[in-house]
């Protein structure tokens, strides 16, 4: 990300009141997700509402997210838009320098009493996606689907579980193999 586009994510922790609640909003728009020094999210529209608490020795933020980005679909690599939906929390604390003690507690530089908090989003955004992303049935793109359709083992008809039907097919790439092996 661009210094400039970094700035407007950046929270001032020591100008924060104790026992006070603040929300801010945040709108992850294309811009942002270009910025972001990273390729798993393409483009999007994202909103994220962030409430702030302080008490006396740590900060607690509650980031709210909802929305929808571009990925690759996982099948036919083509563009694919998903729903994004998440709540995540991050404590924040003062010490000595930058660390993050683990996936929900940082320590920032009490010297420098400010968080940028654009990372933070990215990432809980892509931690909102499903494992697999592909498009809904018959989204793919037909070419690719095609090619996938031919290279994949075709299944047998008998059988009642996965183990009975998939008995005795294989593989064609992997029966060349073998071919490789008993031939030496």
Known sequence: ??????????????????????ELEYELNDEFFDSVDATEVKQGNVRVVL???RAA???ELNFRIM???????????EDVELPVEASNRLIVTFG????????EHVIVSED????????????FVVLALP???????GGCNELMAAKLRELSVEECEYGDDEGE???GVTDPRWDALRNLIEDN
């Open 57 to 59: 020795l740590a900060f």
């Open 96 to 103: 000595d320098e930058f660390a993050e003690t683990s996936d």
């Open 165 to 167: 039907r998939n008995r």
């Open 51 to 53: 409430k702030i608490t």
């Open 112 to 123: 420098v009493g400010k968080i940028n908090v654009a990372w933070y989003m990215y990432e």
């Open 1 to 22: 990300m661009t210094l400039e586009t970094l700035k407007k994510y950046d929270i001032d922790l020591k100008s924060l009141s104790i026992s006070t609640i603040y």
């Open 131 to 137: 494992i697999k992303r592909v498009h809904e049935s």
């Open 67 to 77: 929305g929808k980005v571009i990925v690759t679909c996982d099948r036919c690599l």
